[in-house]
């Protein structure tokens, strides 16, 4: 095995911690091309950082995110912070020649992600952001068979991802709720997911919305007072696809009971596929071909056939939410070392972070049609 | 009991068969202040209507619908022909002075369905239109649930009405498909019935949309060539609701490999609540204040104290798609006995069809918001 | 059509109630070779029969089960009636040329159906015994695809009728709680079902049984004070299969949450097919040879193809519990007509009996085995 | 944080890579109060268990599996071979006065099992016998509520665990199906996770059983040519519990399309719970109490109230199948820091293997009931 990729994580929350579990474990599952070391990892307090690192594994940790995206002994940029900073994080780490993995969404503009996206193109490291669920197993699985013609041509996609940790109007504020630091609401944070879960499943771009944003509860506590909760509760949009269908979408943090359920359907000429994230190991599929005894089955994506299971245990012994990011490390580690771009690209990220856009921008609009530029 | 209601059903296709069923079992299973007989039947072709009631137990059979309408021994008259019948058939009943069952949509167009509204509204008889999901014990259960604040606030709901039987290219074409008769495609003939449930279980009208609908097949397979189609294969379109929440609607009768999906969730403060026709005697009901053991309960909506079912079998033995049909009778008969003016009403009905024109009106005009009058 | 054919109900409790519906409801659905006509029911009380005669639409009532059995103008007799008065009515009725439909189970012991079955042996009329859920779409279909080889060899069936009536240790004594009139508990009341349900869509005879029978509510409200619980609220055995597989089978009606669980799945070394009474317009199929994209498919058993389903609705509107009953009397009427025995007939009836007896004998006896005499 | 936990893990196939993963990531998980040094594998081949050590991340690797327990700077011995040398490791490991992890079932054999319990009992070391599945969040939830009295008095159990990776009569012979090295077929492999499941969740125990053993395919393909097959195919068997209950078993690996789907539901007096592993991040509760509401409650065990959530990911992330293993390795980790004895025990073992010989037992002697000594 040659030298091992130096990673360094900027940012040490929630998604550090996922982060840090697929860089340890990836290289003990799969067969990769070159290791992988946990070398630095940047928080803002000192003090957690240090545990942090300590807890997940990392060798060194730091406040200074700067000083650990230009070290020498840093191969890889790993962006787990706020959208707000990804840009700045992504280009620095760019510019100093690391290969970078980014959180999605992207950015929290167009304008961002296209100046990401424009250094990437720039750049000989590889660049990817991390829309991990394209490789929870049932989802890489769908893509497959829609791209085998299973559901024939796709007439009709519908995706919600709903959550309900807002549904309570005294849960307290967070980052998430400021629009300067997250840049949108459900919008950005899990619409963006299904965005990209219907374009990469069916192959298509969406290539124009129509949508309404709306804030159910308009201040959550803070602190001892309140503070004003500036995005989206809640967005649904449609969208035209590049292919000729159609396709619904909603994200909504306030959809009581559904903890984490990404959904999608995709209805096509000859057939349907269908998933939800909160039984990530099952996928649904319809053959019209089947005749009278046609009906959804219900995939276990647990075979050692099934994307990236082979690896893993034996079938019926289902993966956790976690190792779409061990797959996510996994691919782009073979990327580097084999030389090719991964995908989603920065620019796959820019396309994702234009829909978002256009969202928008329908919702100030009267919900009128916005295209998304190609 | 007294004397019998008389029954003139005018159209013999497969609402004519459901309908049939309906007021057979409804005096056999409920205690109907008055009974009921299945006088005369009227169709198009002398043939097939004769063998038609025959087949459904009506005592004569017709082709002239003027004069079943008009007859001294007719009490009620059911109108189970397509859409652009319906006006001018209830207004001539009305007139004569008969109670009217009608089949949904109410009509073609909101100035049909106002001139029926009004029919009604001058009329001392019943009139009644046949939105027969409301009486899926089930979903009846959902509203009282809701109306009992089980959800609490209202803040979204989601509902679509999926069928496959012209995902087929080759699936051949009927008078459903033609805008002169059927008024609209997928919008009017299951989209109205989403539009009512949600409207029915919330407690709330639909005032503003905003809609897209799409064609996928053009041309369908007529005799030896193909005729134009001249309806949507789907709609989709999002809502606003008198209460201040926002709402998601799609009809598709190329959803492939969902037959008669039906379905609805309703997020509110404090639970939610969730249906599916294809599993029409459960009900999914999430209280957050079950704290640590919430869970969406799967309620077998076959007790006793639930709407309709006591009249039925044990708990667990359930009911199927045409008792919607029979309790709908059931809510009929009483209504006309105990004088009180039963709902869904033609001023419901005209309501639904404000929303269909209203989806139709935004589709044509890019989605644009439409609002709906009160 | 030839004259109709005349019907004697014996018995108006719950199975008058389902029975009734049946013989309105299926010559009005299905394009029967003789009508019927709903001509006497029998019950114990003359009012209540009365009431019930009227509500059900038969014509005539009385408290004389023998008088209607004996009529010219009876053509079939109908028992509904508890277990220990079945013999006797099924062997009169026989005995004079009448046509015999008996509820499920035939008798309450071996001696009475053999009794029975050779009566309808020695008869030229036609007998059959009321296992309803043989007819329900998914059942026959279940048994279709079984006999077509889509499972391949059947190696284990494991089946379970599961209720909970009784969970409750305040629910009040009844018949069925009374060994001297129901015969058994849970076993032969529900049991019986899946004895029937596994060997029908097998092809198999169960021929050996080893059980164990459980009350654990031994007494229960009567009137002002408690009565003894004589029969079991829970059985379990497992059973070898003449084809050489295994069965096991669990009857409850203390399952607390189950309301009309009646489960089976059958594994074959090519497949497996499952069903659940609850959802009883689906089946699951899995078939080995889908490869990696095998899984369960939930077949919605509603299409013209399906068993029973042409004469009714579209794809995807289902049928009620009640219309197993409308089929059976489909079937029983055909075979009137066209000369042959239907099945099951009294001789099926008594191999369930025996099949009973062997596990009362096994659980009075350490669960030793017993075998079931062909 | 004191000096870490230095392990040996004897064995190197599916199980030493499920153990490897846990001892990896529970430190990094949860706070441990000691950490964890993967010290040293052992495995029979030199060159694969190298291999193994360097992929999953052993410091060595060994074919001594003496001289890796005998090693002073081990404090942990890991016993994942096949159950025909549990108890000459474990003993030899107790005896080096090292704490023993082993897998499931304890041993092949009662006298073995005994051996090893009176190891443990003599030792100031821990022990601990690798039922996993005891520490799935859900289960775990379940063994609480039930405690609770959320079931109420338990009257029956069902428990049946389906794989289907001998269904095809090609797979090839593998250890497992040859009782010299496996002990026994399904009972052992997987039926010993449903004794346990249903003994750890009600509290109760399997004091007596009937059962049936049952070989389907009695040779497969070795080599050139075809082994005989000396276990059994599938163990369905029949048990009373300590508490007055009865409960229900099958283990089956020939169930055609079921992969992992260990099952089992708990009837009492006041409600049911019920699991599936297919679905392990899912646990259904069903309360009587609840009323004409009641339902089944499919409760997301992803709450950080649900034990061990808390320290994993946000509501609705699931958890995947080898978590199970990282909680046992936190729960191993402070039983030894605490100074207290871990569950399951070697005697928990000993008495699961007293089950499963009483099986086996009666499987001999025609289903007739063993005890099973306490």
């Known amino acids: 095995m040659s030298t091992p990729l130096r990673v360094a994580m900027i940012g040490a929350g929630f998604m550090g911690a996922a982060h840090s579990q697929a860089w340890r474990t990836a290289p003990r599952v799969f067969a990769l091309p070159r290791d992988v070391e946990l070398t630095v990892v940047a928080g803002r307090d000192a003090g957690r950082t240090a545990a942090a690192a300590a807890r997940w594994g990392w060798a060194e940790s730091t406040v200074d995110w700067r000083n650990a995206v230009a070290r020498d002994d840093i191969d890889v940029v790993d962006v787990c912070t706020p959208g707000d900073t990804h840009a700045e994080i992504a280009i620095a780490a760019l510019r100093a020649g690391k290969h970078v993995l980014c959180e999605k969404p992207l950015a929290n503009s167009v304008v961002e992600a296209e100046a990401m996206a424009a250094a990437a193109e720039d750049s000989p490291a590889r660049a990817m952001v991390g829309f991990t669920y394209r490789r929870v197993p049932a989802v890489t699985l769908a ?10 041509e796709l007439r009709q996609a519908r995706a919600v991802y709903l959550q309900d940790w807002l549904a309570d109007e005294n849960a307290p504020h967070t980052w998430r709720l400021d629009k300067a630091i997250s840049g949108s609401g459900a919008l950005g944070d899990i619409g963006a997911h299904i965005i990209d879960a219907v374009q990469f499943v069916s192959g298509q771009r969406v290539d124009a919305v129509s949508g309404l944003l709306r804030t159910f ?20 949009f449609t969208g035209t696809l590049s292919g000729g269908g159609i396709a619904t979408f909603e994200a909504s943090r306030v959809a009581t009971g559904r903890k984490n359920a990404l959904r999608f359907e995709l209805s096509g000429s000859a057939g349907a596929i269908a998933f939800d994230l909160e039984r990530l190991n099952e996928l649904e599929l319809y053959r019209a071909a089947d005749g009278p005894t046609a009906g959804f089955r219900r995939i276990l994506a647990t075979e050692p056939e099934h994307p990236y299971v082979a690896a893993w245990w034996p079938p019926g012994h289902g993966l956790g939410y976690e190792h779409g990011f ?46 998304v530029p190609a």
Chains 1, 2, 3, 4 share one sequence.
């Open 326 to 371: 061990s797959h996510q490390v996994k691919d782009l580690v073979e990327a580097i070392d084999g030389g090719h771009r991964p995908r989603p690209s920065f620019a796959d990220g820019l396309q994702v972070q234009r829909v978002l856009a256009a969202v928008e921008q329908s919702a100030g609009h009267g919900s009128a049609w916005v295209p």
């Open 143 to 152: 893509r497959d068979l829609v791209a085998d013609g299973a559901i024939g």
């Open 217 to 236: 509860v308009t201040e959550r506590p803070a602190g001892s007072g309140r503070a004003p909760v500036t995005v989206d509760d809640a967005a649904v």
